[in-house]
């Protein structure tokens, strides 16, 4: 049987790097699921996002596993068009069990602009808040409890990010999902939701692996000192983040609530 078996997930940022992973290990582990992506570029984001053609073989995975699947093109920052989303996936499933807040962006341009804060702000913050809220009332309604996920970072820990806009608000919007984490944990524990968040270290994913962000870092002083894993490995791979979530997903971890787990070979406890 599998670790979320008669369970239905719904999951941002779906379409490709962790989030793509996150919906493999589910859908393996028994899971149907609610997947939304921007599916398109985002104009302070020097790398690429998702596109349609992701997001379909997405579908396709889940499908070739056998397990159900919607899916919609949404941005987080639109709360009509997640909510439109999220009820799509509660129409065809009949309850939502498990939420993964994952989208975001690290707008990290070498020409700074202002607008780079606002989007990461806008994204991973409130397209964040945007995730939980949709979905909560009818996770109180079904009265079975429930698991949200909040995907940050090593920067909703420490003190990184360098000092450009989209650095700054890349870790301030990665330190506010934790405020919201603590918070729905404490006013979603009478309905035994629980709610932790995931602080992965750099992963193999277009949002650090591509050319574009590594130029970007060498010319940031902050950000180009470094600092290494304990573990002696530069990056993490995107599974490795999922196990975790999944972890956190499952009845395994079911009196494990307001909890920031490191998925991060060592980073936060070397600084
Ligand atoms: N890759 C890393 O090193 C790393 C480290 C720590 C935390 N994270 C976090 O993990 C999460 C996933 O990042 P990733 O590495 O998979 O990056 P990624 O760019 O590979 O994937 C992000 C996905 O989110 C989608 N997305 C972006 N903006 C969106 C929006 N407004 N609405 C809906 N979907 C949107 C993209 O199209 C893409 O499919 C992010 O929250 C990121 O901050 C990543």
Redesign the pocket.
Known sequence: MGRLEGKAAFV??????????YVQRMAEEGADLVI?????P?DT?P?????PE??SEAVEEVEALGRRVVARQ?????RDALQEAYDAGLAAFGQIDVVV??????PLLVDDRVQAWHDAI???LT?TFHTIEVAVPSMIDADRGGSIVI??????LVGIGGASNGGLG?AAS?HGVVGLMRTYANNLAPHSIRVNS????????????DPVMAEFVAQDPILSEGSPNALPVD??E?DD?ANAVLWLASDEARYVTGVTLPVDAGFINRR
């Open positions: 941002t940022g779906a379409a490709g790097g962790l989030g793509r992973s939304v992506d921007i599916c398109r985002v984001v790398y690429r996002l998702s596109s992701e997001l949404a941005d987080v920052r639109d807040a994952n989208a975001g962006i690290a806008d994204i991973n397209g995907v940050s970072s090593t920067a909703g890349y990665k995931v602080h992965p270290t750099g992963v193999a994913t277009r949002m650090v692996a990056t993490v995107p983040v």
